[in-house]
């Protein structure tokens, strides 16, 4: 980069409100009442029979959970059937996404396999009879019978289809347990521990997880009471407990060069961060004036490979990637807390609860600007339902004042089963996958595991950063045997990421956020031929100072501003007033941070934007730019193309220069809450971050005349003296 041009801050204060536009007119249905009565009274016979022979003792005050699916006609959140709930008085429990073909379609061009919401239901049977009866009178207003036919699909929740994974052996062993239960409703809990114990189940009560509407509880039993506990009714999913991933480095870690480097002697550039790193332990006092270790009493020893592991990992965001002939080691960003979550039990313990109640009691007591979890549960990612680390650790990270970097796991070579891990798939989180090389010819390393995520959160990883390779090990600074090693795994991937975010944010003066730095991150992303499930946005930049600079033919600026919900705003892209002597490219990235619903899987974040781009802002022409369509098209195009409730948009594009002339975003902030629509009184504004760079080609004057232009618009500020070590 030959002109060293800093990033230009206050973008938001070129936004300004613009007048709410019009609706998209009627709506088609693609059933009449006619047709839709009949189905559903035949449907709920079928499942008033069956809940008819659940024992009793499985259903808590008499209830029951019935499957009801709504044609994918109406996946929109003001089509949620409330009414209908509200009149028979029954419960939304939660939701997952489900594909169906539906009976009949309302578009010209019929299609298969389309996905829509299936909303668990809670009632008792005197509520389910009561419905179908006044279907079958047709004793029901008009707004009733909106909501009947809407309806696709009614069943059973049978309870062989909540055994996601069971080892069929007669033998037992330990279970997760995932109930429904509405504001933290205890006759429910204490109703599952009853029904447990006629089962032969032992519930393991004192160590329950409860978050949003689900909560989680470890049990021990075989595999004929595990089939025995799945009728209770508000079960909503059963699973062997899955194994831990964490020690086991994907490349035997050997000793590069025992000639161990020499610490620096001063303290932290930045010791007002808080940072913490959650793993197996530092073992060593080498690195005290920069890391403080919390050591959990369980009366239980540790690993050797445990404080390799959390050593090196935590080596990694002090002082970055340390190659063999390293003779001194660079001062570190910030001071960092190592929590040692493992020991030889719970390494080997499958369960996984103590280690997560333990990140959740340290995150509980100390507000922390940064995270790094290179651990996590040995299994991939469900579309059907969210891990408990997920739904857990989501909250912490809402209010966009926390980045956490998360290893996505190292089983990319298990076919079928090499899907990114919990909790890899938080939205709120930078997903960390590995690349094979530091140097530009790289591609994904095979151990990496891979996307989609769920949806929302669809583009995970969110990207790559070397994480080692046979041909070329990760080296690093290893404290635990005070010399360098050679490595690999996403472990150490998502460490590097993470010292890069910090490395931002202590170069920037100011009020740099968390979420900033991600945007910063994931905005300086290199594009590859690579699919978005394997590379998510591109293999993250390992040069902060380069992120902070753009060319004289290109600008860079940086919007940090708050959406109120449903308030239409208008975002200018600065345009210089100079003669364009090529083509433009525009790359724009859009950040926010959301509360989540975690029993509501396909409904997942409570917030989303809706980004319209307008390539001249003083035309009615608009086109897609993150990957949308226009402003009111289908929930159903929405959900197949980057919809609106991801918390991450990034796109860039080429256009000639004559299609381009003060181009704009407008953007509204929606909101839900559980797949409804949410009251606007009760909502927060929407910080969010967006970063557009806008580049010319072969127009050198490009920074200096949007300068002249946006006299609002001013350079980021640096802090003094510091030299970024990469």
Same mark, same amino acid.
């Given at each position: 980069?030959?002109?060293?041009?800093?990033?230009?801050?206050?973008?938001?204060?070129?936004?300004?409100?613009?007048?709410?536009?019009?609706?998209?007119?009627?709506?088609?249905?693609?059933?009449?009442?006619?047709?839709?009565?009949?189905?559903?009274?035949?449907?709920?016979?079928?499942?008033? =029979?069956? /809940?008819?022979? !659940?024992? @009793?003792?499985?259903?808590? #005050?008499?209830?029951? *959970? %019935?499957?009801? +699916?709504?044609?994918?006609?109406?996946?929109?959140?003001?089509?949620?059937?409330?009414?209908?709930?509200?009149?028979?008085?029954?419960?939304?429990?939660?939701?997952?996404?489900?594909?169906?073909?539906?009976?009949?379609?309302?578009?010209?061009?019929?299609?298969?396999?389309?996905?829509?919401?299936?909303?668990?239901?809670?009632?008792?049977?005197?509520?389910?009879?009561?419905?179908?009866?006044?279907?079958?009178?047709?004793?029901?207003?008009?707004?009733?019978?909106?909501?009947?036919?809407?309806?696709?699909?009614?069943?059973?929740?049978?309870?062989? =289809?909540? /055994?996601?994974? !069971?080892? @069929?052996?007669?033998?037992? #062993?330990?279970?997760? *347990? %995932?109930?429904? +239960?509405?504001?933290?409703?205890?006759?429910?809990?204490?109703?599952?521990?009853?029904?447990?114990?006629?089962?032969?189940?032992?519930?393991?009560?004192?160590?329950?997880?409860?978050?949003?509407?689900?909560?989680?509880?470890?049990?021990?039993?075989?595999?004929?009471?595990?089939?025995?506990?799945?009728?209770?009714?508000?079960?909503?999913?059963?699973?062997?407990?899955?194994?831990?991933?964490?020690?086991?480095?994907?490349?035997?870690?050997?000793?590069?060069?025992?000639?161990?480097?020499?610490?620096?002697?001063?303290?932290?550039?930045?010791?007002?961060?808080?940072?913490?790193?959650?793993?197996?332990?530092?073992?060593?006092?080498?690195?005290?004036?920069?890391?403080?270790?919390?050591?959990?009493?369980?009366?239980?020893?540790?690993?050797?490979?445990?404080?390799?592991?959390?050593?090196?990992?935590?080596?990694?965001?002090?002082?970055?990637?340390?190659?063999?002939?390293?003779?001194?080691?660079?001062?570190?960003?910030?001071?960092?807390?190592?929590?040692?979550?493992?020991?030889?039990?719970?390494?080997?313990?499958?369960?996984?609860?103590?280690?997560?109640?333990?990140?959740?009691?340290?995150?509980?007591?100390?507000?922390?600007?940064?995270?790094?979890?290179?651990?996590?549960?040995?299994?991939?990612?469900?579309?059907?339902?969210?891990?408990?680390?997920?739904?857990?650790?989501?909250?912490?990270?809402?209010?966009?004042?926390?980045?956490?970097?998360?290893?996505?796991?190292?089983?990319?070579?298990?076919?079928?089963?090499?899907?990114?891990?919990?909790?890899?798939?938080?939205?709120?989180?930078?997903?960390?996958?590995?690349?094979?090389?530091?140097?530009?010819?790289?591609?994904?390393?095979?151990?990496?595991?891979?996307?989609?995520?769920?949806?929302?959160?669809?583009?995970?990883?969110?990207?790559?950063?070397?994480?080692?390779?046979?041909?070329?090990?990760?080296?690093?600074?290893?404290?635990?045997?005070?010399?360098?090693?050679?490595?690999?795994?996403?472990?150490?991937?998502?460490?590097?990421?993470?010292?890069?975010?910090?490395?931002?944010?202590?170069?920037?003066?100011?009020?740099?956020?968390?979420?900033?730095?991600?945007?910063?991150?994931?905005?300086?992303?290199?594009?590859?031929?690579?699919?978005?499930?394997?590379?998510?946005?591109?293999?993250?930049?390992?040069?902060?100072?380069?992120?902070?600079?753009?060319?004289?033919?290109?600008?860079?600026?940086?919007?940090?501003?708050?959406?109120?919900?449903?308030?239409?705003?208008?975002?200018?892209?600065?345009?210089?007033?100079?003669?364009?002597?090529?083509?433009?490219?525009?790359?724009?990235?859009?950040?926010?941070?959301?509360?989540?619903?975690?029993?509501?899987?396909?409904?997942?974040?409570?917030?989303?934007?809706?980004?319209?781009?307008?390539?001249?802002?003083?035309?009615?022409?608009?086109?897609?730019?993150?990957?949308?369509?226009?402003?009111?098209?289908?929930?159903?195009?929405?959900?197949?193309?980057?919809?609106?409730?991801?918390?991450?948009?990034?796109?860039?594009?080429?256009?000639?220069?004559?299609?381009?002339?003060?181009?704009?975003?407008?953007?509204?902030?929606?909101?839900?809450?559980?797949?409804?629509?949410?009251?606007?009184?009760?909502?927060?504004?929407?910080?969010?971050?967006?970063?557009?760079?806008?580049?010319?080609?072969?127009?050198?004057?490009?920074?200096?005349?949007?300068?002249?232009?946006?006299?609002?618009?001013?350079?980021?500020?640096?802090?003094?003296?510091?030299?970024?070590?990469?």
């Amino acid at each position: 980069m030959d002109n060293m041009n800093l990033l230009l801050g206050y973008g938001e204060t070129l936004a300004y409100d613009i007048p709410t536009p019009g609706g998209g007119g009627p709506k088609k249905h693609p059933y009449t009442y006619a047709e839709a009565k009949s189905g559903l009274i035949s449907k709920t016979d079928n499942f008033l =029979e069956a /809940i008819s022979n !659940l024992p @009793e003792q499985a259903k808590p #005050r008499g209830q029951a *959970v %019935a499957k009801v +699916t709504l044609h994918p006609a109406y996946l929109a959140k003001s089509y949620y059937p409330q009414s209908l709930l509200h009149n028979f008085g029954l419960v939304d429990l939660g939701s997952k996404s489900v594909r169906v073909t539906p009976r009949k379609q309302t578009t010209k061009v019929k299609r298969e396999n389309l996905e829509t919401s299936c909303f668990y239901i809670a009632g008792n049977e005197c509520s389910f009879e009561t419905l179908r009866n006044s279907v079958e009178s047709d004793n029901l207003n008009k707004g009733l019978q909106g909501d009947i036919i809407k309806i696709e699909e009614f069943d059973y929740f049978d309870p062989e =289809e909540k /055994i996601k994974s !069971l080892n @069929e052996e007669h033998v037992e #062993r330990k279970i997760e *347990v %995932a109930l429904h +239960t509405p504001n933290k409703d205890i006759i429910i809990i204490d109703s599952f521990y009853e029904f447990a114990k006629s089962c032969g189940v032992d519930v393991h009560i004192d160590r329950k997880i409860s978050t949003g509407g689900l909560t989680f509880i470890p049990v021990i039993g075989d595999e004929a009471a595990a089939h025995a506990l799945a009728q209770f009714t508000f079960l909503r999913a059963l699973r062997d407990m899955p194994s831990l991933r964490v020690h086991t480095p994907t490349i035997i870690r050997s000793t590069v060069s025992s000639n161990a480097p020499t610490l620096p002697t001063v303290n932290a550039i930045n010791p007002d961060l808080n940072v913490a790193i959650f793993d197996g332990g530092i073992g060593t006092s080498l690195v005290d004036q920069w890391c403080t270790e919390t050591v959990y009493d369980t009366g239980h020893r540790t690993h050797p490979d445990l404080l390799s592991h959390g050593s090196e990992v935590t080596s990694t965001i002090l002082f970055g990637l340390a190659h063999d002939s390293l003779r001194q080691l660079p001062t570190p960003y910030c001071n960092v807390d190592h929590y040692r979550v493992l020991d030889t039990v719970t390494g080997n313990d499958p369960d996984l609860f103590d280690v997560l109640l333990r990140i959740t009691d340290a995150l509980d007591n100390k507000d922390y600007q940064y995270i790094n979890l290179s651990l996590g549960p040995r299994i991939p990612i469900e579309d059907d339902d969210v891990n408990v680390w997920t739904s857990t650790l989501e909250k912490y990270l809402s209010s966009g004042q926390t980045l956490a970097t998360v290893a996505v796991g190292n089983d990319g070579e298990l076919m079928g089963q090499n899907r990114i891990q919990p909790p890899a798939d938080l939205v709120n989180a930078l997903s960390v996958g590995s690349a094979n090389s530091y140097s530009q010819h790289w591609t994904r390393a095979p151990y990496s595991c891979i996307g989609p995520g769920r949806s929302p959160g669809v583009t995970k990883p969110d990207g790559l950063a070397f994480g080692g390779s046979i041909e070329e090990p990760f080296t690093v600074y290893s404290p635990f045997s005070n010399s360098i090693v050679g490595t690999g795994g996403t472990s150490f991937a998502s460490p590097l990421v993470l010292r890069n975010a910090i490395a931002i944010n202590t170069l920037l003066d100011g009020d740099i956020s968390p979420l900033t730095s991600k945007a910063i991150i994931i905005h300086n992303a290199e594009k590859s031929s690579l699919s978005k499930a394997e590379a998510g946005w591109g293999r993250f930049s390992d040069n902060p100072d380069h992120m902070i600079h753009c060319d004289n033919n290109e600008v860079t600026v940086i919007y940090r501003g708050e959406l109120i919900p449903s308030q239409y705003v208008r975002i200018p892209i600065p345009f210089p007033d100079i003669e364009l002597k090529g083509d433009i490219t525009l790359k724009g990235t859009f950040c926010f941070a959301t509360d989540v619903d975690p029993e509501h899987p396909i409904n997942y974040t409570k917030s989303g934007l809706v980004i319209t781009f307008h390539p001249k802002a003083n035309t009615k022409d608009t086109r897609s730019f993150f990957s949308l369509k226009n402003l009111y098209p289908t929930e159903q195009e929405h959900r197949s193309d980057g919809h609106k409730w991801e918390t991450t948009l990034h796109h860039e594009q080429c256009y000639r220069k004559t299609s381009l002339d003060n181009p704009c975003f407008d953007v509204v902030y929606q909101a839900r809450e559980k797949g409804q629509p949410a009251e606007l009184e009760e909502l927060s504004p929407l910080p969010y971050t967006l970063i557009v760079t806008m580049n010319i080609k072969n127009t050198p004057g490009v920074y200096n005349a949007i300068r002249q232009k946006y006299q609002t618009l001013a350079p980021v500020e640096l802090r003094q003296n510091i030299q970024i070590q990469i």
